[in-house]
């Protein structure tokens, strides 16, 4: 089945640590996103892709990176410069020329 | 630059009701915008979407509508049932003619009582 895979589900993170986030997608999307999501907040933009080796930033890039080796591969990496960064995070993913988005089923970060 | 307000954190209706959620927008109207449900801990799924010279669109109980005068979508289900209780969010692309680069509103929690 084609679809878009977070890994992991729960994540938790010591102060001062970087950890990365997985999102893989094998429905051979051009475009992939990342977005945080906090109660109250709606799903902000964090970095998005539309080519391999190619990302921009968000609304909310700072403390973050990201990759885009692959085609079906957009790892996140949350840094120790992220200064608030126990949230939920959503990865997406869209065709060319298509117009609804697919989302993994998130990855919940929490800082110890 | 492009914001999106759903104007109810929360909906509480009865079974059996039609259930109507608001998106307004400010600037320019997008190309398309777009209907997800979110249910708790889990990533949205998309539902519906309306592009800017469509009215109306429909899929079985739900209706989405754009007036893009303005600058509001509705989203209504019909015949509402406990199962449809969720977040519903609407999107749109901040930058018309580009791939994808949605921005989400905050979303309206839906509740639905036997």
């Known amino acids: 089945d084609g679809g878009i895979t977070q890994s992991p589900k729960y994540l938790f993170r ?8 997985s999102c893989e997608q094998n429905l051979n999307h051009d475009a992939m996103y990342w977005y945080r999501q906090d109660p109250g ?6 970095y998005y892709s539309q080519i391999v080796n190619d990302f921009q930033k968000g609304d909310i890039a700072e403390g973050y990176s990201v990759s885009r080796e692959k085609k079906e591969s957009f790892p996140l990496t949350v840094t120790s410069a992220q ?3 126990t949230a939920f995070y959503l990865c997406a993913s869209m065709g060319f020329g298509d117009t609804e988005a697919f989302f993994g089923q998130g990855t919940r970060l929490t800082v110890v | 630059s492009q914001k999106i307000e ?5 909906l509480n209706i009865q079974e059996g009701k039609t259930a109507t959620l608001t998106c307004n927008y400010t600037n320019y109207s997008p190309a398309y915008l777009q209907w997800y449900r979110q249910d708790p801990g889990r990533g949205p799924v998309f539902l519906l979407l309306i592009r800017e010279n469509e009215k109306e669109k429909r899929k079985e109980r739900l209706k989405v509508t754009f007036d893009t005068t303005l600058k509001q979508s509705l989203f209504h289900i019909t015949a509402s049932q406990p199962a449809d209780s969720a977040t519903y969010l609407c999107a749109l692309d901040m930058v018309r ?4 680069n949605l921005i989400f509103g ?3 929690k839906l509740s639905v009582k036997p």
């Open chain 1, 14 to 21: 010591k102060e001062g640590q970087n950890v990365t986030l």
């Open chain 2, 106 to 108: 905050k979303g309206t």
């Open chain 1, 41 to 46: 907040q709606g799903l902000r933009l964090i």
């Open chain 2, 97 to 100: 003619g580009s791939q994808g």
């Open chain 1, 83 to 85: 200064k608030n960064p």
């Open chain 2, 6 to 10: 759903q104007n109810s954190e929360a």
